[in-house]
């Protein structure tokens, strides 16, 4: 998959691949990340991507023109397919499953913006969709960017050393993860779970499918009202609920 960012900090970028799962990707030539400065496409002195806004107010604009050819490089060098993605507080919210629909593009050109944001002519001209992390503020796009390009990648097959590692993943089924557990069998008094001790499959299975659903409906009820319940996982809801009651 070709990766591609367009960043005023591409240094910034690129250590992304010098680290764990995008690093181990593209040492399997997984992918390919790509950066582009738009400060390499400016035509002045002072290699100038900002202007102050028309109609006042604080802060200082990207121009249309840098982030036009640096995008324009990056198209040329991307597969067909490969859309262009603004990070922004305004596009929609990132979630697992527009990572999902990212990991089988063949490629995805990411755009980080930085100042007050970037003339709007170019997000009408250029930008295929926004996309936001969340309702808060970053510095700039860099950091959504690498956010995104993890969260996807880790989804493309031979990446991860357990091919049933990223369908395991928190958000995979809509819901938060189950709780996890590793040796020794008691810290502090605590002992693990007797049921993940037990050897049957079946019912390990049944318990974090549980455990899943009701920290979901505890933590993010908002994630279950998304969902259509079977009767199954509404019987296991009404069981893990029983039991905090206890």
């Not at 591609?4 to 690093?23: H, K, N, R, W």
């Not at 700039?140 to 993943?169: N, W, Y």
């Not at 993860?177 to 020794?184: A, E, L, S």
């Amino acid at each position: 998959m070709q990766i591609s960012v367009v960043s005023l900090f591409p240094e910034m970028v690129s250590t992304i691949a010098d680290y764990g799962v995008v690093g181990r990707a593209q040492s399997r030539d997984l992918i390919s990340l790509d950066v582009e400065n738009p400060r390499d496409h400016t035509e002045d002195a002072h290699r100038t991507v900002d202007d102050r806004p028309y109609g006042g107010g604080p802060g200082m604009v990207m121009k249309f023109a840098p982030l036009a050819r640096a995008l324009q490089v990056l198209r040329e060098r991307s597969p067909a397919g490969s859309p262009v993605v603004y990070l922004s507080p305004q596009g929609d919210v990132f979630d697992q499953a527009v990572a999902a629909r990212y990991s089988t593009l063949p490629g995805l050109i990411l755009l980080a913006g930085r100042y007050e944001g970037i003339d709007e002519r170019l997000i009408e001209s250029r930008v295929d969709e926004e996309l936001s992390l969340g309702d808060f503020v970053l510095s700039g796009g860099e950091i959504a960017a690498m956010a995104v390009i993890d969260a996807v990648v880790r989804l493309l097959p031979g990446v991860l050393g357990d091919d049933e590692s990223a369908e395991q993943d928190s958000f995979t089924e809509g819901l938060l993860d189950f709780p996890h557990y590793t040796r020794p069998e008691v810290v502090e008094g605590e002992a693990v779970p007797d049921v993940l001790l037990s050897g049957d499959h079946a019912k390990i299975a049944r318990w974090r499918h549980k455990q899943a659903l009701g920290r979901s409906y505890l933590r993010r009820p908002d994630l279950l009202e998304r969902l259509d319940l079977s009767n199954e996982q509404r019987a296991l809801l009404d069981e893990f609920l029983k039991e905090q009651r206890k």
